[in-house]
């Protein structure tokens, strides 16, 4: 009997872990959009605009989305600060401009020197 639950309960954690197709074929409908758009000129690239956001902001990017909102792509980051408290910023996808953000943020002075990565 017990060897029947544990099998019971391996099966059920399996099922968890395997996404939906629907979530699937979703992600993957995204990923061709967003391409899209940005062979389209509609965004920029994500990596240009990483730069721009680690010399305005204090703290590291450590996560970032794409998102449409009705008519306008944004992109979602979530910026992890030297004093740890989170903050997320949205940027118009296509120039960069600073939407709307959440959490305590924290931009640099002027002229605020930004840390240089570790060595590796």
């Given at each position: 009997?017990?060897l029947y639950r544990?099998l019971?309960?391996?099966?059920?954690?399996?099922l968890?872990?395997i996404?939906?197709?629907?979530?699937?074929?979703?992600?993957?409908?995204?990923?061709?959009r967003?391409?899209?758009?940005?062979?389209?000129?509609?965004?920029?690239?994500?990596?240009?605009l990483?730069?721009e956001?680690?010399?305005r902001f204090r703290g590291?990017?450590?996560e970032?989305?794409?998102?449409?909102?009705d008519?306008?792509?944004?992109?979602?980051?979530?910026i992890l600060?030297?004093n740890?408290?989170v903050?997320?910023?949205?940027?118009?996808a296509?120039?960069g401009a600073?939407?709307?953000?959440?959490?305590?943020?924290q931009?640099r002075a002027?002229?605020?020197?930004q840390?240089?990565p570790?060595m590796?």
């Amino acid at each position: 009997m017990k060897l029947y639950r544990a099998l019971l309960a391996s099966f059920f954690a399996v099922l968890l872990l395997i996404p939906p197709a629907a979530s699937v074929a979703q992600e993957r409908r995204d990923h061709e959009r967003a391409r899209a758009a940005l062979e389209a000129g509609q965004i920029r690239p994500l990596s240009d605009l990483l730069a721009e956001v680690e010399r305005r902001f204090r703290g590291r990017v450590i996560e970032a989305d794409l998102e449409r909102d009705d008519t306008q792509w944004l992109y979602e980051l979530k910026i992890l600060p030297p004093n740890g408290r989170v903050f997320i910023v949205e940027l118009d996808a296509a120039t960069g401009a600073l939407v709307r953000s959440r959490g305590p943020v924290q931009e640099r002075a002027v002229g605020e020197a930004q840390p240089r990565p570790p060595m590796r």
